[in-house]
């Protein structure tokens, strides 16, 4: 059972949120937290494994704090949500460690998923999350998928973890031209020019 806590200091949205996940099996709503503190106190006595957060209502759940104030429950995830589709806060938002994010419009598929995958741990964002972050570039992932190779995929990978092209050209015992002509290639592919490590995982982790 994966225990959930909304935090949101509208009525409104809270039974909106509520009314999607009552029904859903092998998820629990254990309260509503309407400020910080209620938050903290919340997060204590129930231990969710999923917090829904709207961090743009008001400076107690601004984002900054919510990492502080999660970072001693292992055993807790948040699930960033909002009505504001900002593209450089996102990414920011993934370079704190906060890797789900979405939009108020999202599917009722969507919510579900983004609580699932927190709860393991790993990141979702809706697909209006995703074409706010890469706009027209952003592929179907039935159709469009790009194909790279192993040696592209491998090139990917140690950008991720943010590696510079000398970096891996030692790595895989290539000259750093072959480093270039790869990442060029992978660009071309993508149809997009990734501006940094997280931008380029939340490329290829939504096309998996």
């Known amino acids: 059972m994966l225990k959930i806590l909304i935090a949101d200091n509208q009525i409104i949205t809270y039974k909106g949120i509520a009314s999607l996940l009552d029904d859903i099996a092998g998820f629990k709503i254990v309260g509503r ?27 107690d759940f601004e984002a900054k704090y919510l990492q502080n104030t999660f970072i001693p429950f ?3 995830h948040i699930v960033l949500i909002s009505n504001k589709q900002n593209r450089n806060e996102i990414v920011e938002l993934a370079d704190l460690g906060l890797k789900n994010y979405l939009s108020k419009e999202c599917t ?15 990141q979702f964002y809706c697909e209006i999350t995703m074409r706010t972050i890469f ?28 590696l ?16 270039k002509t790869h990442r060029k290639n992978i660009i ?21």
């Open 135 to 162: 706009g027209k570039n952003l592929p179907t992932k039935k159709s469009d998928t790009p194909i790279l190779s192993i040696r592209e995929t491998e090139i990917i990978n140690l950008i991720a973890e943010g």
């Open 33 to 59: 937290a309407k400020d910080f503190n209620e938050l903290s106190l919340m997060i204590n006595q129930y231990q969710p494994n999923v917090v829904i957060v709207d961090h743009h209502l008001g400076d």
């Open 108 to 122: 009722q598929e969507e919510l579900i998923q983004s609580i699932v995958c927190a709860a393991k741990g790993e």
């Open 188 to 208: 071309k592919k993508l149809g997009f020019t990734f501006k940094n490590a997280s931008e380029l995982i939340l490329f290829t982790d939504y096309l998996k």
């Open 74 to 76: 292992d055993h807790t």
């Open 164 to 179: 510079a092209n000398k970096d891996i050209a030692g790595r895989l015992f290539l000259s750093v031209h072959t480093v």
